[in-house]
């Protein structure tokens, strides 16, 4: 839908994650420039003042050098979820075949559409690919790199029971240039719902959309065994970011500059997550070529970086 409308000349803001494997976000960013359109993600984050902000205390160095960040979603949906839509069966306002599009074809299950598409790999990539796609996107903003260059991965369904796909429980990792990013998920235990903590040597920051705090590192000066804190305790509040990301969407539309959370970051943070549901299900580390958009050295990884569309539809 991105490519057809940028066919017609129209401007686009289009849902995270941006796509559903690799190859769909190299074509869409090559449209969005060929027909020289104006293309937001929605990854909402991406116009936060205080993430913003955040983020240049970050590369400033305002809380010493940083080498980790960890990332997550928890929550306790078990034994699973049910279909809150169409439970009692289709009805002649879904076209059902029209919904599926380029996925395979399957009979009608009100558990594969409205909010439950997500944990299936037909359609989504789990809390990956949901909430990973606007956590992952900051931590790489925040390291400041198109992609990293080894990706591992693990978990699975274990314990949910409603005939989803996707993992309730995963940890991934990646590695940036001396930055390790990591990545968990959980589905059956709660614990800390929302995580987003960069780690640095004089005090860990921990950033969400209500806000972030610094909490400050405890070092004892050198000939003292008295800790004190590295730095000062720092605190800021949230706004609201949905308005300000739609605001910056149609001011780029007037000026024709590039958003704040461009086709090409999109498709970069998308291809993070992608990466990561790759290794976990390949159970293994892959290396990723960021400039060839290729993993080195893994014929059955990089077959998972495109999938075949169902006719009559095609990529």
Same mark, same amino acid.
């Given at each position: 839908?991105?490519?057809?409308?940028?066919?017609?000349?129209?401007?686009?803001?289009?849902?995270?994650?941006?796509?559903?494997?690799?190859?769909?976000?190299?074509?869409?960013?090559?449209?969005?420039?060929?027909?020289?359109?104006?293309?937001?993600?929605?990854?909402?984050?991406?116009?936060?003042?205080?993430?913003?902000?955040?983020?240049?205390?970050?590369?400033?160095?305002?809380?010493?050098?940083?080498?980790?960040?960890?990332?997550?979603?928890?929550?306790?949906?078990?034994?699973?979820?049910?279909?809150?839509?169409?439970?009692?069966?289709?009805?002649?306002?879904?076209?059902?075949?029209?919904?599926?599009?380029?996925?395979?074809?399957?009979?009608?299950?009100?558990?594969?559409?409205?909010?439950?598409?997500?944990?299936?790999?037909?359609?989504?990539?789990?809390?990956?690919?949901?909430?990973?796609?606007?956590?992952?996107?900051?931590?790489?903003?925040?390291? !400041?790199?198109?992609?990293?260059?080894? *990706?591992? @991965?693990?978990? $699975?369904?274990?314990? =949910?029971?409603? /005939? %989803?796909?996707?993992?309730?429980?995963?940890?991934?990792?990646?590695?940036?240039?001396?930055?390790?990013?990591?990545?968990?998920?959980?589905?059956?235990?709660? !614990?800390?719902?929302?995580?987003?903590? *960069?780690? @640095?040597?004089? $005090?860990?920051?921990? =950033?969400?959309? /209500? %806000?972030?705090?610094?909490?400050?590192?405890?070092?004892?000066?050198?000939?003292?065994?008295?800790?004190?804190?590295?730095?000062?305790?720092?605190?800021?509040? !949230?706004?609201?970011?949905?308005?300000?990301?739609?605001?910056?969407?149609?001011?780029?539309?007037?000026?024709?500059?590039?958003?704040?959370?461009?086709?090409?970051?999109?498709?970069?943070?998308?291809?993070?997550?992608?990466?990561?549901?790759?290794?976990?299900?390949?159970?293994?580390?892959?290396?990723?070529?960021?400039?060839?958009?290729?993993?080195?050295?893994?014929?059955?990884?990089?077959?998972?970086?495109?999938?075949?569309?169902?006719?009559?539809?095609?990529?």
């Amino acid at each position: 839908m991105t490519i057809a409308a940028c066919e017609a000349g129209k401007d686009v803001y289009c849902e995270k994650p941006l796509t559903l494997f690799v190859s769909e976000g190299r074509k869409m960013v090559e449209a969005v420039r060929k027909h020289k359109r104006v293309a937001q993600t929605g990854s909402q984050q991406r116009s936060g003042s205080h993430y913003a902000q955040a983020v240049k205390l970050i590369q400033d160095g305002g809380i010493g050098e940083v080498h980790r960040i960890h990332a997550g979603f928890q929550r306790n949906i078990y034994p699973g979820l049910k279909p809150t839509e169409l439970a009692s069966g289709l009805t002649p306002e879904l076209d059902w075949d029209m919904w599926l599009g380029p996925a395979p074809k399957r009979a009608f299950d009100p558990f594969r559409c409205i909010y439950n598409f997500r944990w299936f790999w037909d359609y989504s990539g789990g809390q990956m690919t949901n909430w990973g796609a606007h956590h992952l996107d900051i931590a790489r903003w925040i390291v !400041g790199a198109e992609a990293p260059s080894v *990706i591992s @991965g693990v978990g $699975g369904r274990y314990a =949910l029971t409603d /005939g %989803g796909e996707t993992p309730d429980v995963q940890q991934v990792t990646y590695q940036f240039p001396k930055t390790v990013v990591t990545w968990t998920v959980s589905e059956i235990a709660e !614990g800390k719902p929302f995580t987003l903590d *960069i780690y @640095g040597t004089k $005090g860990m920051l921990t =950033l969400l959309r /209500g %806000g972030f705090r610094v909490t400050p590192e405890m070092i004892a000066p050198a000939g003292s065994k008295e800790k004190l804190p590295a730095m000062e305790a720092l605190q800021a509040k !949230g706004g609201d970011l949905n308005e300000a990301h739609a605001r910056n969407f149609l001011d780029c539309v007037k000026s024709r500059q590039r958003p704040n959370a461009d086709i090409e970051e999109g498709h970069r943070s998308a291809v993070m997550c992608h990466l990561g549901n790759i290794a976990t299900r390949l159970g293994r580390s892959i290396k990723w070529d960021a400039a060839k958009e290729q993993v080195i050295g893994d014929a059955e990884a990089n077959q998972m970086l495109s999938r075949p569309y169902r006719a009559p539809w095609r990529t």
